[in-house]
């Protein structure tokens, strides 16, 4: 397989993200990606419940995920709203469930 065939294949780039700065070079760099292939873009944000719930930190469980949950979306959206200008492929922002 050549790689103009190769390319040609990508129609959807995928690009997990966190608030760590490495994650804002990851997006721009799926950004350039997606631009260079045509490929629709979406950035994902996963909520792990046993890494954020902390069973004695007096905080209920549910609402600690709750709350990292509508944190993601807030991340989200700002890597959407920042990096992907109206004119290119839209920009899902994938929002975790409970």
């Given at each position: 397989m050549d790689l103009e065939a190769a390319a040609v294949s990508f129609q959807r780039i995928l690009?997990?993200?966190d608030e760590e700065p490495i994650s804002a070079h990851?997006?721009?760099?799926?950004?350039?990606l997606a631009k260079a292939l045509s490929a629709r873009?979406?950035?994902?944000y996963v909520v792990d419940p046993f890494a954020v719930a902390a069973?004695?930190?007096?905080?209920?469980?549910g609402e600690l995920i709750a709350r990292a949950q509508e944190?993601?979306?807030?991340?989200?959206?700002?890597?959407?709203?920042?990096?992907?200008?109206?004119s290119h492929?839209?920009?899902?922002a994938v929002s975790p469930t409970p």
């Amino acid at each position: 397989m050549d790689l103009e065939a190769a390319a040609v294949s990508f129609q959807r780039i995928l690009v997990a993200v966190d608030e760590e700065p490495i994650s804002a070079h990851a997006a721009e760099v799926g950004l350039e990606l997606a631009k260079a292939l045509s490929a629709r873009l979406a950035f994902i944000y996963v909520v792990d419940p046993f890494a954020v719930a902390a069973p004695d930190g007096g905080i209920p469980a549910g609402e600690l995920i709750a709350r990292a949950q509508e944190d993601g979306k807030r991340l989200l959206a700002g890597f959407c709203s920042e990096l992907v200008p109206p004119s290119h492929a839209p920009c899902w922002a994938v929002s975790p469930t409970p």
